[in-house]
């Protein structure tokens, strides 16, 4: 039973537009929430994380936002780059105990100059 | 450098033998865990060390598969009588002291591919 979903196997964006991966889930222990970037033969990178007591966190081009209540996480990247074609994983964990994460299957991110 | 490293990067064997996978974690790095990606799949969770002991192995699949990190800093992941289905490609990742939000940073992996 997958409890972190990313239902978009791939997207594709025009560089310079908005780039938005989204990602639910269902477990409600979650409680903190992170989005790792992975070129290929490569190990993910971590990119911005979230708290569950924000509804928001922003790093230079890249916005997460937390919806608790529909139990929705999206990444907004802006202005999309080449460079950020990648695999992008949402990843989710309840502190306090091995702190080990729960990954979704990932969103394929395809920018064209 | 000052990553997370893994070797092999790549180990291709036959179906029964016996793999060793090693893993160097950032350097004063206590929390360590090993993950599993397999094809078109996120990192599945497979063990975690706080120092040198499993604090939790809870997804090892079997117990073909066992970890140890003696000096609660180099980590192997051995893997016994391999079979086919354990073709995936083998991550580790080190946190500074395991609290839930200090992002783990992971290494490339080993790629192990069972004949």
């Known amino acids: 039973d997958q409890q972190v979903k990313q239902n978009s196997p791939s997207l594709s964006v025009q560089e310079g537009r908005i780039s938005i991966l989204n990602c639910d889930y269902t477990?409600?222990?979650?409680?903190?929430f992170l989005w790792y970037k992975k070129y290929p033969a490569e190990g993910p990178t971590f990119l911005i994380s979230?708290?569950?007591?924000?509804d928001k966190n922003e790093d230079g081009r890249f916005t997460v936002f937390l919806n608790k209540s529909a139990k929705h996480l999206s990444l907004h990247i802006v202005p999309s780059q080449p460079g950020d074609s990648a695999v992008y994983f949402c990843a989710a964990v309840t502190q306090g105990g091995s702190e080990k994460l729960v990954f979704g299957k990932g969103t394929k991110l395809t920018v064209n100059p | 450098g000052a990553g997370v490293s893994q070797t092999p990067s790549n180990k291709v064997t036959e179906k029964g033998k016996y793999v060793e996978l090693r893993c160097d974690p950032i350097?004063?790095?206590?929390?360590l865990y090993w993950y599993r990606q397999s094809l078109g799949q996120g990192p599945e969770f497979l063990i975690y060390?706080?120092?040198?002991?499993?604090?939790?192995d809870s997804g090892l699949p079997n117990d073909r598969f066992f970890a140890v990190r003696p000096e609660g800093s180099v980590s192997t992941l051995k893997i016994q009588r391999t079979e086919r289905g354990d073709s995936a490609v083998y991550l580790c990742?080190?946190?500074?002291?395991?609290?839930?939000?200090?992002?783990?940073?992971f290494g490339d992996g080993t790629r192990l591919s069972i004949l």
């Open positions: 350097s004063g790095h206590t929390a």
């Open positions: 990742a080190s946190s500074l002291t395991g609290v839930g939000n200090q992002p783990q940073h």
């Open positions: 477990n409600s222990m979650f409680d903190y």
């Open positions: 060390f706080q120092g040198t002991g499993a604090a939790d």
């Open positions: 979230i708290s569950s007591i924000k």
